[in-house]
């Protein structure tokens, strides 16, 4: 399920990433994506399985970034796609039907094109600006908005969202709000994911 607070990892800087992760899932995060530009790829095997163990424990769901080879191995629960890194359709072939599947994508067409091939959900950004991701182009609240009137499937906001801007994109369509610094930076990862994941509930709709 793609909902609610999407919590990004960084770089295992310090050897920690582990115990920030699973203070972000206590503080409310519902879906952790596995994302690491620096361990070769043969580390990431371990990393990626304790992470998953992880999330197993807690009922969160567990996404692995760009490789539906490790995502397979680690039994996460699906992968997500740069508009680089290959076919929804060939990722099905290595995963099946039954794990999730996201693309990154920037524009309405983009996320027509991911909708029609048969990506579960979409990441949308950056919405705005952020140092985290040096190649990424701002698409800005707008583009989200008009996003969100073109395709069904869920949307996850991403880039330079924070405890101060979660709540306008949550506001404009939002399904689910990414994030790697307000999360991963914080001196206090429980706190901050709390704080977003608390903005949720306010659009609960009453039952
Ligand atoms: N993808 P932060 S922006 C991984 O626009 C990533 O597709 C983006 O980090 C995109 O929450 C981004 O620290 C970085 O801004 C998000």
Do not use: W
């Not at 800087?13 to 790829?41: F, T």
């Not at 991911?114 to 949308?124: F, L, N, P, R, S």
Request: aromatic share 4%.
């Amino acid at each position: 399920m793609i909902k609610g607070l999407y919590v990004i990892t960084d770089s295992d800087r310090d050897g920690n990433l582990a115990a920030r992760v699973e203070a972000a899932l206590q503080g409310g995060a519902r879906v952790i994506q596995y994302r690491d530009k620096e361990l070769p790829a043969e580390r990431r095997i371990e990393a990626a399985r304790q992470l998953a163990g992880l999330c197993r424990k807690v009922g969160a769901t567990f996404i692995v970034n760009d490789d539906a080879n490790l995502a397979a191995a680690c039994e996460a629960d699906g992968v997500h796609l740069g508009q680089g890194d290959g076919t929804v359709a060939e990722a099905r072939k290595i995963l099946g039907h039954q794990r999730i599947i996201g693309v990154s994508t920037r524009t309405v067409e983009q996320a027509l094109k991911a909708e029609t091939q048969g990506a579960d959900y979409i990441g949308v950004g950056s919405i705005y600006p952020t140092g985290t991701k040096q190649d990424t182009e701002l698409v800005g609240i707008d583009t989200l908005k008009k996003v969100r009137r073109a395709v069904k499937i869920p949307i996850v906001a991403i880039g330079g969202i924070d405890r101060e801007r979660a709540d306008e994109a949550i506001t404009a369509g939002a399904d689910a709000v990414a994030v790697i610094s307000a999360v991963m930076a914080d001196p206090f990862p429980s706190l901050a994911a709390r704080e977003i994941a608390l903005q949720f509930n306010r659009h609960l709709p009453y039952p």
